[in-house]
């Protein structure tokens, strides 16, 4: 018997249907924190809804809905996505990451450019669109960069080390193929949530 202990348990074909649906819920949970809070952004940055108190500005329909399904979706599709490591493929947590805070970011840099009528940048929301790119910059770093490692590794690596699973392909073959899965799980997320 040879191979990882996982690799006799299960089929990879489930392993790597995991990680699809995984990627596809990452995609789905940024949409729904992506259009949500453009929306919020619409009616001013801040809302609120329910509560003992006056509420001067309500949050738009089905934003707060979108909002509190979207993290812990996104969240779901991260950490269980670490079923990656069984088939030697790129934690999807890292281009999930890059995915939200590029995505957030983009709106606090299309509002802070676009928002006033008057065509003054907005400093405040500039800010914050730096930063959230700032902030998605090493997952960016570290998911393109991964392919080059994980081949350093994996030719390293003795026959018989059985700790290590064996790649089902190439490092560079999963760059597509995240993106098109994340790509798809936004789209979908936003036929739902505008």
Known sequence: MTGHPAEVRRPPVVRVSLLVLCLL???????????PMRAVMDVGGYCAEGGPYVIETHCPEGSTLFLTLGVPLWMAGAFIGFVAATVSAPFPIFP?????????????????????????????????????????LPAVVIFVGWPAV????????????????????????????????LATGFWLGSLMAR
Do not use: E, K, Q
């Open 25 to 35: 819920a990452l995609g789905v949970g940024t949409a729904w924190l992506y259009f």
């Open 96 to 136: 999930g990451w890059a995915l939200l805070f590029g995505a957030l970011g983009w709106n606090f840099m299309d509002y802070a450019l676009h928002a006033d009528p008057s065509g003054a940048i907005v400093p405040s929301w500039l800010i914050c669109g730096i930063m959230f790119w700032l902030m998605a």
């Open 150 to 181: 994980s081949a350093r590794f994996s030719t390293s690596r003795s026959p018989r080390d059985f700790r290590a699973p064996r790649p089902i392909m190439p490092g560079w073959a999963w760059v597509p193929i995240y993106m098109t899965l």
